[in-house]
């Protein structure tokens, strides 16, 4: 597979190309959530939609520390790779994959464990539902942060 040199010939196709995965990758997400609340909408009612609005305010907020985090190492490591330093680029990539890993278990466990007294902090309305739909969320947090840790050296690319 070919490199793409962006500092050559016209912006607007390797943008696409580059933008493409990210925009779908966005869509998807938002189509998830609507999904999700759908669902819960429907099969378990108002008090379901209570959760999970509060069980995300605590989601999203450990999921955008974990994007800044894997952000930042995939700047350093666009930068390692543009200044064609491959062990640098090696050793960023696999540091910012394993540090992905050890932060995804350790939100893992905070959700888990502690994810019922921060709603109670919050004062959530619907604190049953919400703990329920937060702990579950929490439970797969390690593969958001696989994913992530995966995809961020990819971008930096």
Same mark, same amino acid.
């Not at 490199?3 to 696409?16: C, I, R, W």
């Not at 960023?92 to 910012?96: E, P, R, S």
């Given at each position: 597979m070919g490199?793409?040199?962006? #500092? =050559?010939?016209?912006?607007? =196709?390797?943008?696409?190309k580059y933008a493409a995965p990210l925009v779908l990758s966005s869509v998807?997400?938002?189509?998830y959530g609507l999904v999700d609340t759908i669902v819960a909408g429907q099969f378990i009612g108002?008090?379901?939609?209570? @959760?999970? #609005?509060n069980a995300n305010t605590i989601t999203n907020m450990a999921t955008q520390i974990l994007i800044g985090? !894997?952000? @930042? @190492?995939?700047?350093?490591i666009?930068?390692?790779?543009? /200044? =064609?330093?491959?062990?640098?680029t090696h050793q960023? #990539? /696999? #540091?910012?994959f394993l540090g992905s890993l050890a932060a995804g278990l350790i939100a893992t466990a905070l959700l888990v464990l502690l994810g019922r007294p921060m709603l109670i902090a919050l004062g959530a309305p619907a604190l049953e539902e919400a703990a329920v739909y937060l702990?579950? !969320?929490g439970a797969g947090f390690l593969l958001v942060a696989a994913y992530n840790g995966a995809s961020a050296p990819l971008r930096g690319v």
């Open positions: 490199q793409t040199d962006l #500092t =050559k010939g016209g912006v607007f =196709k390797p943008l696409v998807l997400q938002a189509m108002a008090e379901a939609l209570s @959760g999970l #609005t985090r !894997c952000n @930042g @190492g995939g700047i350093l666009g930068q390692y790779f543009g /200044a =064609k330093k491959r062990s640098e960023a #990539t /696999a #540091t910012l702990i579950t !969320c």
